[in-house]
């Protein structure tokens, strides 16, 4: 009996739309076309920003470098460089690459991976659109939408790791909505895409929780027994499950604890700090700033275009998978209510899903409205957003450190000039970008001690004299820190040691001989 109701290919198959040029296409050839299209778009903004100087204007962009890096060049190489707070996908993926110094520098092999996830994102969401609707315009204005994105294309151009989680996140929305039209029984394609979501960005697991409560959801509507339908869930959670056990193990074994919560951000943002409709409000400013009202109010209504056709219409019903992907906004909001510092790069993947129910939303709409829809709020949000604006929020928040850049140059320059082989104590969650800023002077991973280094960090912590010939401490940003607060709470803890140099926050210590 269940196996029956698991339901025909006439009530699983989108029915197309009628028009010359929509039956001309497959459902895969179009998706293809705009994933080219990003690709080259991608590419050309990449250089722009490069020639820009922005590549790596973002500390994090350097400190994810570094990361990825310290795996093998490191005083303690190893899996226990991998860390437990970042999650590991984009280091393990960057990780052989970077080995190559000019990759290192320039960052050129991870922004490879932000250009090359934003093309895998365009190709999911037009490919979810497009096989439902059969709607050209819908796949195409969504992909413009997010493409022209001047946050996002400068983004999609930096090592950072939104990216990557964007185009998982999708591709595992996607990967989900073709399995439950083939009516297979194991989500193998779908799962991994989900579990590599999970390993690679916090956002990722509300998303996921959510794109599994809503395939369960859409099996209901498609006739599925209430019993198959939560099976199919289970079958579809099992491929993250394993992925967040696996993190979670690692991290109990190189740090001690099983999920770091805390710790590595001072709690500045006393006006959301345990007021819920505060930090919601942050998540909705960050939204409107990054993308213009335009396409938060037509993304607003495609949800409830998507609601309505999951209502109305079983071959249409996966279209609700997209709504999913607004549950990138629980992880900002949270850490907001905890006083987490405001990052407007965090309401980026928001960007990506109000992009998708903007498509999908035109691609619901009567045949002959859906291009002028298209146009209409395509035009919009470029005027609202400009591509390429320099001006851009994201780049705006990107360049809060060049000012400390410039200052650290004084202590770059006396610790190139007295360089004396000794090892540099420095704080990889403080400093982790000005340690790939001293690449560029011929200094390596191994060259500094850090706290990936375990045991060797803990005996510096307590002795740095035996330890270490220099010091390099930031006083300022987020209260300062770890080596500057034991530095605070004990006063012999630079016993030995003479301040040579500061600038930019950070203060240098040499040892005396």
Wanted: hydrophobic share 55%.
């Amino acid at each position: 009996m269940t196996k029956r109701r698991l339901v025909t290919t006439s009530v699983l198959t989108p029915q197309p739309a009628a028009g010359r040029f929509t039956t001309a296409l497959s459902p895969d050839r179009l998706p293809l076309l705009i994933a080219g299209a990003s690709l080259a778009i991608g590419i050309a903004a990449a250089w722009h920003y490069s020639r820009a100087g922005l590549s790596l204007a973002h500390y994090d962009a350097r400190a994810h470098l570094v990361v990825a890096r310290r795996i093998i060049d490191s005083l303690t190489p190893g899996w226990q460089q991998v860390g437990a707070v970042w999650l590991p996908l984009p280091h393990l993926l960057n990780m052989l690459p970077v080995q190559i110094e000019s990759m290192y520098r320039s960052g050129a092999s991870a922004i490879a991976i932000s250009v090359l996830s934003t093309a895998l994102t365009s190709w999911a969401m037009s490919s979810i659109i497009f096989r439902a609707t059969r709607s050209a315009s819908g796949a195409v204005a969504a992909a413009a939408l997010l493409l022209l994105n001047p946050n996002v294309l400068y983004l999609q151009s930096t090592p950072m790791t939104e990216p990557l989680l964007v185009a998982t996140t999708m591709m595992g929305i996607a990967l989900t909505s073709r399995w439950m039209d083939a009516g297979a029984r194991w989500p193998v394609a779908a799962g991994i895409a989900l579990a590599a979501a999970c390993l690679t960005r916090y956002e990722a697991w509300p998303i996921t929780g959510a794109t599994i409560v809503l395939a369960a959801a859409v099996s209901l509507r498609r006739g599925y027994t209430t019993t198959a339908a939560v099976a199919a869930g289970l079958r579809l959670a099992v491929f993250p499950a394993i992925a967040v056990a696996l993190f979670l193990v690692n991290s109990r074994w190189t740090v001690g604890a099983w999920f770091i919560s805390g710790g590595f951000f001072v709690a500045e943002n006393t006006e959301a700090l345990g007021h819920p409709l505060v930090a919601w409000n942050q998540v909705r400013e960050g939204l409107y700033r990054l993308s213009g009202s335009a396409l938060v109010w037509s993304g607003s209504a495609g949800a409830a275009l998507t609601i309505v056709a999951f209502a109305r219409s079983r071959s249409r019903a996966s279209l609700v998978l997209l709504l999913a992907l607004a549950g990138a906004g629980a992880l900002p909001w949270f850490a907001y209510l905890q006083g987490h510092p405001f990052r407007i790069r965090y309401d980026v993947p928001l960007v990506a899903a109000c992009a998708a129910l903007a498509g999908a939303g035109i691609g619901l709409l009567w045949t002959r409205a859906r291009i002028v829809a298209a146009l209409a709020v395509v035009a919009l949000s470029l005027a609202q957003s400009p591509p390429l604006d320099l001006a851009a929020p994201l780049i705006t928040e990107s360049r809060r450190d060049a000012a400390n850049t410039a200052g650290r140059r004084a202590v770059t320059a006396f610790l190139v000039k007295h360089n004396d082989g000794r090892t540099v104590m420095m704080s990889m969650g403080s400093l982790g970008h000005y340690m790939q800023d001293l690449s560029a002077e011929g200094f390596h991973i191994h060259d500094f001690l850090h706290e990936g280094n375990g045991d060797l960090w803990a005996f510096a912590m307590t002795n740095p004299r035996a330890t270490v010939g220099w010091i390099a401490i930031e006083e300022q940003a987020e209260g300062g820190d770890a080596v500057y607060l034991a530095s605070r709470h004990r006063a012999a803890f630079l016993d030995g040691f003479s301040r040579v140099a500061e600038g930019g926050g950070v203060a240098l210590y040499k040892a005396l001989r």
